[in-house]
């Protein structure tokens, strides 16, 4: 099938931007995972994207674009750092923090000053977005707090007929959510870990990140959401301590999984293994599928070996945590517009 532009869509995209620009919900694979998609100048048409997750109404989303130009569209000030790290990363998995325009809805801000931007790099993404000509809201199509999709299959299981259109792009390239970074304070805040590396954001300004702009932060289970979770409960673990965790689960009678790229030797052959290749980047893109197949296997418990927490692998960490219950990794001020951008892709 040739590819969509914006002189010629393909005539599934032009039936999603008709969707679209009709008020519908239109969901979409990024190079991270699958976004569900409404108008973003359209007030109403957003409102049924928090519908049809079960989100908190005051939530921000990600507004994504076609191309960086557009950004101006929507924020009121763009800082020379957005500019640059636009250079270096889009389209690709990053989004920006900015300060919004006033005529941005508050639908897609949840009442804030600041609006979240992305230029998406899949080509289908691309061609939808081309053909729309403006900005598309979308957060991952998912219900709220639970597995993002990183196929269609994934869509249609957790949203089925709420979603109008749904453009299958086959399985997302990178398999976790954006970096989010806010430049709206007039310096750089790493909010959110995903492939776009913190090293990687130094190289491209030029400088190392402050450390206090990046700190991990330790936040009490049970006080916010949780997100990427499966229907299992999810323990961590080390290497050294998975298997032990398991003998203990399992000795109380529970349905076990073991995530991770190489089970011990000697298991039990009642341990379901959710094996994850032993890359950070093919663990990223099996991450998310793994923990689907766990409730697939109507698990009960999935213990989980964390990666370190360096490079991609601070972002695997982070999302495993999350699904764990265990909140946020990074430090993220009360006001901060992408303190629950937790499941944008």
Known sequence: MPRATAASPTPEVADAVRCLRAGGLVAFPTETVYGLGANARDPRAVARIFAAKGRPADHPLIVHVAEAAQIRDWAAEVPALAWQLAEAFWPGPLTLILRRRPEVPDAVTGGLDTVALRVPAHPLAQALLSAFGDGVAAPSANRYGRVSPTCAAHVHEELGTAVDRLLDGGPCAVGIESTIVDLSQGSLRLLRPGAVTAAQLADALGQPLDASTSAPATRAPGSDASHY???ARVLLASTDTAEALVRQ??????RVGLLASAAPPGLPETVHCLTLPESDDGQARELYARLREADHRDLT????????????????ADRLRRAAGLGQSFDAPPDSSALELSDGP
């Open 229 to 231: 979770a499966p229907a």
């Open 249 to 254: 689960r399992l000795a109380q009678g529970e």
């Open 301 to 316: 418990t999935v213990v989980a070996v964390l990666p370190p927490a360096t490079g991609l692998g601070l972002a695997l």
